[in-house]
């Protein structure tokens, strides 16, 4: 944030409306007051807020790959250095994730589940993943032991976002808001800089004419 001048972060808040006129957008935030905007740039990820309130329910653009994926960080026990272990079989894969020699490394597990699971309900969660892992020694037990203790803890269903187009009049989407390749393709970060650097590039060159642009934005 130390080097990006003229502009103003808000935290703690979140879009509740969105409504357009031909020239400006008008947004409600859950928290501050409305505020009116040129654009609207949603880069908020997987579950869009910006895309649900602009673009329908997720459910219409969503593709689940069948499988769930869980995160957190444990002690490098292993002294591993931008090194990835990885136990895999058939519908499951458990790893241990360095991206350089830190005291703290990321376990991951992808796994298929034997029925649906909350993602709000991280003890049922917990349950579903050991029991899917039982039986496997490696790493394994030791990982588990270490997942109800972690600082950070992330779990969510494999997906895809795909859409006919990213724009909607003057709000448009970017990252894995827009085009979530899936963590499986390793190149969902790259996507979302790359699209957000072309989107910024044309936007100045269009010197706000926006909608050519917005219209060429398509899969
Ligand atoms: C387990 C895992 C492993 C991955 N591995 C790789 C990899 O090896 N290589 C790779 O390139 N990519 C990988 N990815 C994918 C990569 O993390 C994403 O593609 C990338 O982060 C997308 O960036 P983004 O800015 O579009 O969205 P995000 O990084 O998801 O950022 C969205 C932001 O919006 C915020 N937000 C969400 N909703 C709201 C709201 N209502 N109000 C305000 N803010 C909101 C969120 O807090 C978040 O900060 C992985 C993903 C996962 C889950």
């Known amino acids: 944030m130390d080097f990006v001048s003229d502009t103003e972060f808000i935290f703690g808040d979140s879009i509740r409306t969105i409504s357009q006129s031909p020239d400006r957008v008008h947004v409600e935030f859950t928290e501050s007051g409305p505020r009116e905007f040129a654009l609207v740039i949603g880069a908020d990820g997987l579950h869009s807020n910006v895309r649900a309130i602009a673009f329908g ?17 444990v ?10 272990v990885q136990y895999s079989e058939l519908g499951r894969v458990a790893a241990i994730w360095s991206s350089r020699g830190d005291a703290s490394v990321k376990a991951c597990f992808g796994f298929v589940a034997p029925c649906v699971i909350d993602l709000r309900n991280r003890a049922q969660q917990q349950q579903v993943l050991t029991s899917a892992y039982q039986g496997i020694g490696w790493e394994v037990p030791t990982l588990l032991g270490m997942m109800s203790t972690a600082s950070d803890y992330y779990f969510d269903a494999a997906a895809q976002i795909r859409m006919d187009r990213w724009s909607q009049g003057r709000v448009v989407l970017v990252g894995d808001a827009g085009y979530c390749a899936s963590p499986m393709s ?13 989107l910024a590039g044309e936007l100045a060159a269009a010197s706000g004419a926006y909608r050519p642009h917005f219209s060429n934005m398509k899969r």
């Open 57 to 73: 329910d997720e459910s219409r653009f969503v593709r689940d790959l069948g499988l769930y994926l869980c995160m957190y960080t």
């Open 75 to 84: 002690p490098n026990y292993l002294k591993l250095d931008r090194t990835e």
């Open 186 to 198: 390793g190149q969902g970060a790259s996507l979302a800089l790359i699209g957000a650097y072309v």
